[in-house]
């Protein structure tokens, strides 16, 4: 078992080297929801990553019936603080990214005006955008390690928006930046979001109602959900990342035990070298 991890986590360093560099998230990487003043979750829906509130408020998370699976309890602690100042960084980053493309569209209603299948690349709105029972097809057939920025530059209003990975297409390498508030309601279509979303301005605060996102919540202000289930894949992944480490330990405790085993070999021949000497004297 411990080679079988050895070879995966070889294998999967060897991937990530042929890869292009994803956006780092720091410590902000295990968490599927993070809010700045507060998080709201309402049933039915269920959080599957770390949750956390920092800086806070007087009541930081409220939690009516919603499950937190695979993650922290929700808090407001040092952890949050430190993922709340790496995710402000990351968004900082993310938002100066040279644009691949400029889309000076304001609303997208079905799939008109037709936007993607969309490559990897940076992708930038100018002001808000409002799609509305649209599907945005990322495609990975040229790269599917590839990377997807989405610079709003203020809201983001999404009502059905589905967002659907092809080709084999990573959710876990999309990144949203909003400018202002980011809202994911039901209509049509039930929303199927997948990306890290991040509203890092001033007023960066994220609400969903209804349907699924696969992916990470991060927010400058509140985190509200109501019946949205967030798959916090990226999140649990980047909890077990401290693994490989752990089988670098065993590779140290091998190389003990043969040094161990090569020094009995050699005790061995010393004890056969003298076994040798005193049949030549006798």
């Known amino acids: 078992m411990r080679r079988l991890l050895l070879v995966i986590c070889v294998l999967g360093i060897g991937s990530l080297a042929r890869a292009q560099t994803a956006p780092s998230l720091g410590a902000a990487a295990t968490f599927a929801v993070l809010g700045g003043t507060n998080v709201t979750c309402t049933a039915p829906g269920v959080i599957a990553g770390d949750v956390g509130v920092s800086p806070g408020s007087a009541v930081p998370f409220t939690n009516t019936g919603c499950t937190i699976a695979g993650g922290t309890p929700p808090a407001t602690n040092t952890a949050a603080g430190l993922a709340h100042t790496a995710f402000l960084n990351a968004y900082g980053a993310l938002v100066l990214a040279p644009c691949t493309q400029t889309i000076a569209t304001a609303a997208f209603t079905g799939n008109v005006p037709a936007l993607g299948p969309l490559a990897p690349g940076v992708y930038c709105f100018p002001a808000a955008v409002t799609f509305t029972d649209t599907t945005l097809t990322l495609d990975g057939s040229t790269n599917p390690n590839g990377i ?135």
């Open 148 to 282: 997807w920025i989405f610079n709003v530059g203020a809201a983001l209003t999404g009502s059905g928006f589905q967002v659907v990975m092809a080709n084999g297409a990573q959710a876990c390498n999309v990144f949203w930046t909003v400018g202002a508030a980011a809202t994911l309601s039901t209509s049509t279509l039930p929303p199927l979001f997948q990306g890290n979303l991040l509203a890092g301005g001033p007023a960066g605060s994220v609400t969903t109602t209804g349907g699924n996102l696969i992916g990470r919540v991060l927010a400058n202000v509140a985190v509200t959900l109501t019946g949205t289930n967030i798959h916090g894949t990226c999140a649990l992944v980047a909890q077990g990342g401290g693994s490989c480490p752990a089988d670098d330990d065993d590779k140290h405790h091998h190389k003990d035990r043969d040094k161990d085993k090569d020094k009995d070999r050699d005790h061995d021949k010393d004890k056969d070298n003298n076994k040798d000497d005193n049949k030549d004297h006798n």
